[in-house]
Structures are given as C-alpha cells and as structure tokens.
C-alpha cells in the first residue's frame, strides 16, 4: 500500500512529517552521512545569533537512559558566517532548510532575524527560550508580550515564521496565542524542560553552568500535553511536535495529539539514523492500520 507522508506547516508544503530539531543535528549537512537529508521534511539547524557566540563552559551535557540534560548555551557561528559556511552543503544536498535564530534582547531577535533575509529557507523558528537580558534574565518564552515582541521584530526576515516556545510556564496557551497574533506561522512545541543533576562523586553540580534543560524519551508526555492543549485551543494553527521522540510509535502520538509535523531531536545522538528511522515507523504503522494519509491523522486523539 502507497502512503502519502506529505504534509503542510502553515504554507510550507513539506514532503515528510519528520524534521530534525535545532541544535541536535548540527548546522549543516552533517547527518548526510546516515541519510538522505532531501528525504527528511526539512533540517532545522542550530539557532544562530547576528553574532558568533562561544556557548557555556564544560562539562555542558550529562546523559542517563532516559533523559539528557544540556546547556550547551546556543553556541554558533553567527547568521553570515553560517551562510556563508553551512548553507551552500545543504542546498547541494536538495534539503530543505529551517534556520533558527535566538537573541538575549528584541534588538538581537531583529538583527538575526535581518540577516537571514533572503536565505535560501523555507522558514525560520525563532527560539524563544532564551533569558531576556532586559528583563531580570526571565524567559522571552516566559512572557506573552515579550514573545509577541521577538515575533514582531523577526518580521523583518520575511520569511514565515515557526515560534517554539517553552514548556517550563503554565501559561503556554495564551503565550501560544500571543505568538499566533504577532504573525507567527506555526508553533513549535517544545523546547527542553529545566531540570539539573547532581554528580555524588565530585559533590557538585553535573553542568558547569549549574542548572541546564532536559530532553530525551523522558519528556514526550511533556511535549504531547503542550501539543495536545495548544491543538484544542487553537484548531487552525500549525503545529510542531518535538521533545522525547524516538519511533515511529512515538511520531504518530504526537500527529494524533494534533501535530501536524515533528522533529527528531536527543535519539539522533544515540542513533544518528533516528529521524529516518521515525520516519519509516511512520509509514510502517500507516500501512499496518490502512492510513493512506498522514494528514489523516493529525488530531484525531481530541476525537
Ligand atoms: C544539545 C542540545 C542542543 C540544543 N540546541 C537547540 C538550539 O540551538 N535551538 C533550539 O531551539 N533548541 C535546541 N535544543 C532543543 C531541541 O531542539 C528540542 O526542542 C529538545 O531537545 C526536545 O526534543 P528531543 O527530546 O527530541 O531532544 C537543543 C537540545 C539539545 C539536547
């Protein structure tokens, strides 16, 4: 039985629901080794400032069976020397592109966001998990209007833009909408969780910077509860499920919990495969239950 994995984002037409997530795949075609990266809906890479940014000392991740935790601190070679370096291996590879772009103030979201004007990608999250230095380090993802400013600011790439959002509030839902209002295209739902380890041995914390975010298996009913509520509360908007998926099973409870695309983050390092193989477990479970759709299958757990 044929299968159509093709699915819309908003106007982006993607030929598979299966995207990587930032920051988890590199900045250009280094997954091409274990795939085709054309097969894929479309690579995301790392979110880039207007700047280069070196990130957060070592050790910046710790890992358990399953979870990981992370503050890697958006390091990245700035939006022009990532044009200019990381672009032109993606493009040649047929892919399609999401670019990211993170900021510590509105003016820094406005000059990322300026300077991937005119890229050759079809859409550009913007990541709003990241301190507002403008406001006591909180969260712009944190803050309705502090989203709606990022998202106003990043207009000026004129590109559509994918908003992904924390999990780490209780007021997703009307930050969603925030986002949703300003001219976002789509939701990406979420970012990593906030947690910290501890290591016994050395009687300190296991990151450097202290405290970091927590993706991996451990996190997909996080991930499937944002997607679920902000799918009910707003049915026509575009969504992207990412946070703790690693089959094809997995894949298909986030579409069902109303995603209309996913991305493959945390297993691509365990198995830099992954994102292929979801996408496989797609069509297999497809073609076990007579789904000739995947669009078919988007929200169909709110019944
Ligand atoms: C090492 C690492 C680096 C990440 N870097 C970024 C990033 O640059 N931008 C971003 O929006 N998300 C970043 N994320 C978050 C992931 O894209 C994803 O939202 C999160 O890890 C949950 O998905 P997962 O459980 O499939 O990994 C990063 C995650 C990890 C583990």
């Known amino acids: 039985m044929r299968v159509d994995l093709s699915t819309p984002v908003g106007d982006v037409e993607l030929r598979s629901p299966v995207l990587t997530a930032a920051g988890t795949s590199g900045y250009g075609d280094e997954l091409a080794a274990y ?19 070196e990130g957060n000392p070592a050790p ?40 990211s772009i993170w900021g510590r103030s ?39 209007s502090a ?6 600011a990043s207009k000026v790439a004129g590109l ?20 949703i209002k300003a001219g976002a295209s789509a939701l990406v739902l979420v970012n990593t969780v906030l947690g910290l380890g501890i290591d016994i041995e050395h009687r300190r914390t296991s990151l450097a910077s202290g405290g970091g975010g927590v993706s991996g298996p451990g996190i997909l009913p996080v991930s499937l509860r944002a997607v679920f509520d902000c799918r009910a509360a707003y049915p026509d908007a575009a969504i ?6 690693t089959s094809g099973e997995d894949a298909v409870a986030m579409l069902m919990a109303g995603a209309n695309a996913v991305e493959v983050g945390t297993a691509s390092f365990a ?33």
């Not at 000059?111 to 712009?140: H, Q």
């Open 106 to 144: 509105v003016t820094e979201y406005k000059d990322a966001a300026r300077a991937m004007k005119g890229a050759n990608v079809v859409a550009l999250e913007v990541n709003a998990s990241c301190p507002n230095l403008e406001n006591r380090s909180s969260m712009f993802a944190h803050s309705a």
């Open 240 to 245: 992207v499920g990412v946070g703790g998926i």
């Open 271 to 303: 198995n830099p495969r992954a994102a292929w193989l979801v996408q496989r477990g797609i069509e297999k479970w497809m073609r076990r239950h007579r789904v000739a759709y995947v669009t078919d299958l988007v929200g169909v757990a709110h019944g």
């Open 60 to 99: 910046r991740v710790s890992s358990s069976g399953m979870h990981m935790l992370n503050s890697v601190g958006l390091t990245g070679p700035g939006v022009e020397a990532w044009r200019a370096t990381y672009l032109g291996a993606l493009e040649a590879r047929g892919a399609k592109v999401v670019g």
């Open 160 to 179: 559509p833009l994918w908003v992904k959002l924390s999990p780490n509030t209780p007021d997703l839902i009307e930050i969603a909408g925030a986002a």
């Open 147 to 152: 989203t709606r400013a990022i998202v106003s």
């Open 35 to 53: 795939g085709d990266l054309a097969a894929l809906g479309a690579v995301v890479v790392k979110s880039l400032a207007s700047y280069p940014w």
